[in-house]
């Protein structure tokens, strides 16, 4: 643990300098989707009968939440990894200390840990002051986001050591990133959807994290629901986890 | 013969044949790049279905200029011309900030008799293949869903290949201020605001009158105007505002860009 300390004090020096570019996918376009969403498409969607009754801003805030969680993980998980090994090798000279395999997994999940609650945080308020939280929900809220966060990273860090090429890294973000991002059950209910996407929606960690967001705000659901979204969330970022260390053993180990 | 003088006089007439060799460049380099060309074709369909389909069930009808109609086909024509924008910036911006300043092909490119019109007009050639190649599947979509009619078919795909070169000109002159990939990541700023508040998803007659003032003469506008004009008749606008507006982008866009890269890389 010691050790991926020191790769998350790489990344706050690396920050220091770039953090202008990364606040813009994981905060800024964030603000933006909560407001256009939250109160532009709110506006023109009313009262509907497949959100049983609440505001569209209160069914669509908490799934903004989870998905920007799921943001930062797929752009810290993917990129800084490729560069740090393919084109700045700085990855390379973590690997040459006793920080080692291990320990570049474990402080890129420290990391994004760090970059999801400051993310969080931020939407947080801002949908609270909405009146999409209450502020005592603050402590589970971060606690989900940060799950959901862990949920994707695991597996992405394991894809990513594995490519050559950054094409790979595109075609995931647009073929399962976004399309998530957008149609696992965040814009509109699942029940909206194809019988089989809903299926396809359900599996998908984002929908298990934006549900328990939901809850959180306010979304009646019976505690067992919420034991198996935890359950889901908490599966994925341990075999995920574990997966990450295996595969960056393998790759990189001595 | 060869001194510097005559090739650069040679070097500044355009041909034809050498823009083209410039698309050839490009074409060979993507084709090692398959999964991101359709992935990159995929990208607008799962807006289309997801903002366009999806948020059709729960919002009904809207109204612009006093006329009704589905959401679908109030929204599917501003999603093409959004995720137009998204590709073509992301093609002239970043691929020509990669080229001139991280791989440095533009320095091996001009080391031949190349000038920098043949250049943009290139790289403005390939950027109007990779919009049709990306907005054919979503105007196919928008036919298959029944918000485009036969006739508009080729309207749109006239009108966003307008929007490209437009977008694709001043996106190149852009490129050529970039010093950093942080800068680049900056466009976004821009870009992103417009993408959804350009009367993409909702129209402008609700923001505030300063507001919508602003939004009008954002450049994505006038390219959902006209998209949506040429779509199934959702209001019918005046479009030789948009069409002289992308126009002016284009030229000075182009100009800028020619004389910018004509310096940077023959200093």
Redesign the interface.
Known sequence: MRLAWRVVEFQVYHYR??W???V??TV??PV??LL?LGI??D???GA?D??GGIR?LDFVAPAVLAGTAMQVAATEATMPIFVGLRLTRTAEAMLATPIGPSGLVDGHLLWICLRTATASLVLFGLSAWLGVFTISTLVPVLGICLLVALAHAGPLLAYSVRQDTA??L??IS??FV??MM??AGT??PVD??PPFLAYVARATPLWHGAQLCRAAAGATMPAWTIAVHVGYLLAWAGIGYAFARRTFNRRLGL | MDDAATLAALNRRFRLRRAWLIVRRNVLVFRT?R??L???M??PL??L???GV??D???GT?TVSGQTVD?LSYVAPGLLAATTMTVVVNESVSNLFYKLRISRAYDAVLAAPVSGVDIVVGELGWTLMRTALCAAPFIAAMAGLGVASRASVPLLLLGTLIEAIAFGAVGLAVATYLRT??Q???V??VV??MF??CGT??PVQ?YPEAVRALVTITPLYPCVELLRSWSVGVAQVDVSFSLAYLGLMTVVGGAVAVHRIETLLRR
């Open positions: 300098r770039t202008q570019s990364s813009v996918g800024v376009f933006l989707a256009v532009g498409v506006r023109l969607i509907s497949a959100l569209y094409y790979g595109v075609a647009r073929l976004l399309p957008l149609g814009l509109a909206l959807m | 790049a999964l991101a359709l992935s990159g995929i990208e799962v807006y279905l997801t903002l999806l948020l069930r729960m919002v809207v959401y990939w942080q680049r990541d900056l976004q700023v992103l605001p959804y508040l998803l909702f609700g």
